[in-house]
């Protein structure tokens, strides 16, 4: 910008130009001409650090052990037993529990179990990553509802515009263990999937919420599973299609059976 203001502000000759005899070698050019502006530097890369565990977020469990393997947050709705996820997450062949606010062990009087699972058809389909997302219906023994045990649930909203500072929180594949997050500025990237800049988003922090204050405009999936390169996460756009299976799985419809989808193509 400073290269480009001093070219306006140098002095221009009132006289008309000489003409030029053809018989004369042109001049060369001159080498005083001001250099072009440099690129604008990137966006900074933020780094995800230990947080403090969020009673909306938490850890997914697929299978029977101790390990976990995704995120997931607890969404509002009518029926107050709904969770948010990628759907590469999640496998119907697998039983999976949820434990929101985890922080390094599972109390079982603080964990709930997948019943149904509500996708796309887009992924049903050709697992198509603009469709990786899920929403889950959980049930706990006791009757309670994850809603009500946390307070509330996220809000559900679309997918967030360029320069959105988002916070992402989510759980790294492990035993035990807290979660991270950061926040961060989207982007959009070629495909039509918001993207975020955030160093640190390792394995297991896919289907982690993007969320603006209490609403969530996006989850670490889509594009790759969530991205190659753990320096860049990416969403599947979020849009009347989610809300859709929003309302399916708050009216109780038929549930589709999840097909394990765990490679990422990276």
Do not use: K
Request: proline content about 13%.
């Amino acid at each position: 910008m400073i290269l480009l203001l001093s070219a306006t502000l140098l002095p221009l000759s009132c006289a008309r130009p000489q003409p030029h005899n053809p018989s004369t070698p042109a001049p060369p050019p001159s080498s005083s001409s001001p250099a072009p502006p440099p690129p604008p530097p990137p966006p900074p890369v933020v780094t995800a650090s230990r947080v403090a565990p969020d009673p909306t977020v938490g850890a997914l469990f697929l299978g029977a052990g101790d390990l976990h393997t995704c995120t997931a947050a607890v969404l509002h709705s009518s029926i107050g037993n709904l969770i948010l996820t990628a759907a590469h997450c999640l496998a119907s062949t697998y039983p999976t529990n949820f434990v929101p606010g985890f922080s390094g062990q599972a109390d079982p009087a603080h964990t709930w179990t997948v019943d149904a699972i509500y996708l796309d058809p887009r992924w049903l389909g050709s697992h198509d990553p603009l469709a990786d997302f899920a929403i889950a219906r959980v049930h706990q023994n006791g009757g309670t509802s994850v809603e009500s045990a946390v307070g509330t649930g996220l809000t559900l909203g679309t997918a967030p515009a360029a320069g959105t500072v988002v916070t992402v929180t989510g759980y790294p594949l492990t035993v035990g263990g807290t979660p991270i997050g950061c926040h961060g500025g989207t982007e959009m990237a070629p495909g039509g999937f918001p993207s975020v800049q955030c160093s640190g988003m390792v394995a297991g922090t896919s289907g982690a919420p993007w969320r603006v204050d209490s609403t969530v405009v996006g989850l670490i999936g889509g594009l790759h599973g969530g991205g190659c390169d753990e320096n860049v996460s990416y969403s599947p756009p979020f849009d009347g299609r989610l809300a859709d299976l929003l309302h399916r799985a708050e009216a109780g419809g038929p549930a589709d059976t999840a097909p394990e989808v765990f490679s990422d193509d990276c």
